[in-house]
């Protein structure tokens, strides 16, 4: 069966067709730099209507890319939430609007639950149970999956997401943005040697707080610039690039031994970082736990993983209603 | 059982507000556990502007919860400050103080968080956008007329467009390294009543 997926749950628009939940067949990302460049000019990267803008044309290439006529396709999935209300009802109303014009069945997805599945798709002999850490700009999640469709959140972020931490330390430290691979640059040029947070105020928990680590390098930043010091910003890189992943390590092999699980996932942006990758497989090797993580078009947001958690979806609880509405706050459950 | 409002202290009819925490609150309360005490040192001046000392993230966190607490409908805050100064968990302090069904988290990444409770919050951070005309698709009139308060962080594109009166919240950083100088400018006679009632209810937490 063939799988049209939608994703406009943030600033990207989305489109690919997946065949049977596992193979891509095409995948196609319409991101704020492909569209200034397409477009010649500076777009508002924001704006719903931008999604509005982007996903007919993006439509029309994903099924030409895959070699696919509409009337092939057997089922189109669309993220209804987590994510910006405007984005959503974009994407939402299109596979809606497919899903009666081809007469065929129509299935929300939730964002979160789509990340998990960019596993399942780079990975196809992947089986649950498993440990997922999600860990992107805008999501910050330890996940015990039991099976498809059924999931247990173990731990989230209580302030800012892992990625958006990323992304503000490079703001304080002049990186500029993606703020992610910047840090991740930079840090292996220093040495990871600065204490930020002296203590784990969430210690025991699965849950992940990122403000404090944040707050930590803009006041030490602050205070050197007042002294008139140089700021060491290959070290802080480094030592706030250490700690973020020595509390994503702690929290997740801590679930690894109480979920007694033996397959570990990682997904979204963040799990394209170095460090973080290099720890991970070192400690999964030193555990003999199986690791996977997606390749890094498949870790940011895209619309293949979207299709195939539909399709397990789809198989699972058949089609969603057409009356489905966007959920911005949507948790998974 | 609950027990319904007539009036609040401010003097607005305010129907449907619930004494009783909404369930999930225990839960929460569990969760998240309960934060350190109000600031002390709070100052009014004489054009309605009140400045509060933080000496904590502890305390920034306890005056949103405070200021949650005498909220109504249609108000509006604009909080500015530099990265880490505390927007955000005041923001948070806010919805444990409203009795929101979830505390807030940042909204950077998804620009609009929708709290919901006896009074739903919306919590945005328009520091990505690039331009007035970006807001169009926000629908912040929408909000404001569903009986929600509003709390905006990076708002200033967003001041034109309201035109409406608002609170003026700005973090700045004190002299030791935890410490803020949190200063509430009141736009409007409604804003200076807020000051009015959340120094009062400052002074109350003081005096325990």
């Known amino acids: ?333 | 059982m609950t027990v319904r409002v007539e009036g609040g202290a401010r003097g607005f009819a305010f129907p449907g507000a619930l004494l009783t925490r909404p369930t999930g609150y225990a839960n929460l309360k569990k969760k998240y556990g309960r934060m350190g005490c109000c600031p002390v040192r709070v100052e009014k001046q004489h054009d309605g502007t009140v400045r509060i000392w933080s000496e904590n993230p502890a305390e920034t966190e306890e005056l949103g919860v405070v200021l949650g607490g005498i909220l109504q409908p249609g108000d509006l805050f604009f909080l500015s400050g530099e990265l880490g100064s505390g927007k955000t968990l005041f923001v948070r302090g806010l919805t444990q103080g409203m009795n929101c069904t979830e505390l807030a988290t940042s909204p950077t990444f998804a620009l609009v968080h929708r709290y919901d409770g006896p009074l739903p919050l919306y919590h945005l951070d328009l520091y990505r956008l690039t331009g007035p005309e970006e807001l169009e698709p926000l629908a912040l009139e929408e909000m404001i007329e569903e009986e929600a308060a509003l709390a905006i962080e990076w708002g200033e594109p967003a001041k034109e467009v309201l035109a409406a009166p608002y609170m003026e919240v700005e973090f700045r950083r004190g002299e030791a390294e935890d410490e803020r100088l949190i200063t509430f400018r009141p736009a409007g006679e409604r804003y200076r009543r807020i000051n009015h009632l959340l120094t009062e209810e400052l002074e109350k937490q003081a005096q325990r």
């Open chain 1, 1 to 333: 069966m063939l799988i049209l997926g939608v994703e406009t749950s943030c600033d990207e628009t989305a489109v690919a067709v997946v065949e049977d939940g596992c193979k891509i067949r095409s995948n196609l990302i319409m991101s704020q730099v492909d569209r200034h460049r397409r477009f010649g000019g500076v777009v508002p990267e924001l704006a719903a209507r931008c999604h509005l803008e982007a996903i007919t044309p993006l439509l029309e290439a994903a099924l030409r890319e895959a070699g696919v006529r509409p009337q092939e396709i057997g089922l189109v999935a669309a993220t209804y939430g987590p994510g910006l209300i405007g984005g959503l009802l974009v994407g939402l109303s299109l596979a809606k609007a497919l899903s009666l014009a081809w007469n065929v069945p129509f299935v929300g997805v939730n964002h979160v639950e789509g990340h998990i599945y960019a596993n399942f798709l780079a990975h196809p002999g992947l089986t649950p149970p498993l440990l997922c850490l999600t860990v992107s700009g805008g999501h910050t999640n330890l996940i015990y999956m039991a099976e498809h469709g059924v999931y247990q959140v173990l731990g989230e972020t209580r302030d800012d997401a892992a990625g958006e931490a990323f992304d503000k330390v490079a703001r304080v430290l002049g990186l500029g943005y993606p703020g992610g691979p910047a840090v991740d640059r930079l840090a292996r040029e220093g040495k990871p040697e600065i204490t930020l947070v002296q203590q784990d105020r969430l210690a025991g928990t699965y849950d992940f707080s990122f403000s404090g680590l944040k707050t930590a390098v803009v006041n030490l930043v602050h205070r050197l610039e007042q002294k008139g010091e140089p700021v060491p910003a290959a070290d802080l890189a480094a030592s706030f690039q250490g700690q973020v992943v020595s509390t994503l390590m702690e929290r997740t092999w801590r679930a690894v031994e109480a979920y007694q699980v033996n397959t570990l996932a990682l997904s979204g942006g963040v799990a394209a970082n170095s460090e973080l990758r290099a720890r991970f497989t070192e400690e999964a090797a030193r555990r003999g736990v199986n690791l996977y993580y997606p390749p890094l078009d498949l870790c940011t947001d895209n619309a293949a993983m979207v299709a195939a958690c539909g399709y397990f979806r789809w198989r699972k609880e058949g089609p969603s209603p057409l009356d489905l509405a966007a959920a911005p706050r949507l948790r998974l459950t």
